[in-house]
């Protein structure tokens, strides 16, 4: 960790200093946190603000998220990916990887930039939504899918897989890359919503395959921090950056939250319940 690291003052520190949040530009902070995560989770914009329409609920909504989901060109989109992703890069570890959530909007950028980037990409994600929204238009198949690529730093160096945990999840055989979880619960988001959240039940797993008990986990669009909320579920210390202060307020919130119901959260997670009825927790000192 460098010394910069020290120079850095958060917004929002947890008791138990297990959950860390910045608010800023990440491509200010990420920088001086120069090979110190081993892996970072992202929900980069998808660019899909467009002024087009969707369902919600049974309701006609905008797709509109906000200023930070709006750019000119293709070549902007590229040139943002360029930007974070470096700066991503150097704030892992050798040993570390990375996790970007993407959609058919963003996520062929993506993939070109990690590959410009040197990074080895090792799996391409499907998320399968259980319960999408309906085609507005009627035009197109409906959108029921969301990717994740997932890369390590270094061509060479090996990286956090948790093979057996993920085997003994998927009734212990190899597990796949596609994945079923439906959108977030009504309990997910009593402290408010960011337009773009993903399920904890995904990132969850997520971390569960990708990280170890002792791992820093960051993520540079922290939102209203579900990453933070999954890390410190499973014990890992996690550092969030975000520029909005209604997000910085939500995920201040959902911290609260989950240091008075821990036992409720890991108990409506299927994962864990699973883990827990085998005994993995005992006797992997998982958690």
Not at 136 to 151: K, V
Request: proline share 4%; net charge positive; with cysteine.
């Amino acid at each position: 960790m460098t010394a910069k690291f020290h120079t850095l003052k958060p917004t929002f520190t947890s008791t138990d200093s297990f959950f860390t949040l910045y608010q800023g530009d990440c491509n200010e902070i990420l920088p001086q946190f120069e090979n110190t995560f081993d892996l970072i989770f992202a929900d980069p914009p998808y660019f899909l603000s467009n002024d087009g329409l969707s369902i919600q609920s049974g309701k006609i909504v905008s797709v509109n998220k906000g200023d930070w989901d709006k750019e000119e060109s293709i070549n902007d989109i590229d040139e943002f990916n360029l930007q974070w992703i470096s700066n991503a890069k150097k704030a892992l570890k050798n040993t570390g990887s990375i996790l970007i959530s993407g959609t058919y909007h963003n996520i062929f950028s993506l993939g070109r930039i990690l590959q410009k980037l040197d990074f080895k990409i090792l799996n391409l994600i499907t998320w399968q939504k259980t319960n999408p929204p309906p085609n507005f238009s009627c035009r197109y198949l409906t959108h029921s899918t969301e990717q994740i690529i997932w890369a390590r730093k270094s061509q060479k160096h090996k990286h956090i897989f948790n093979y057996e945990i993920l085997k003994k999840l998927n009734g212990n055989k190899q597990m796949r890359d596609v994945w079923s979880f439906p959108a977030i619960a009504p309990w997910e988001k009593v402290n408010g919503k960011h337009p773009t959240q993903k399920p904890l039940a995904l990132l969850v797993r997520l971390l569960l395959m990708a990280s170890d008990e002792d791992s820093l986990i960051c993520d540079p669009f922290s939102g209203s921090s579900t990453t933070g909320i999954a890390a410190n579920l499973l014990g890992r210390k996690f550092i969030g950056i975000e520029r909005e202060s209604e997000f910085i307020k939500i995920s201040m919130d959902r911290k609260k939250e989950l240091e008075k119901n821990a036992a409720i959260f890991k108990n409506k997670m299927n994962d864990l319940r699973l883990l827990e009825n085998m005994d993995y927790y005992t006797k992997n000192n998982f958690f």
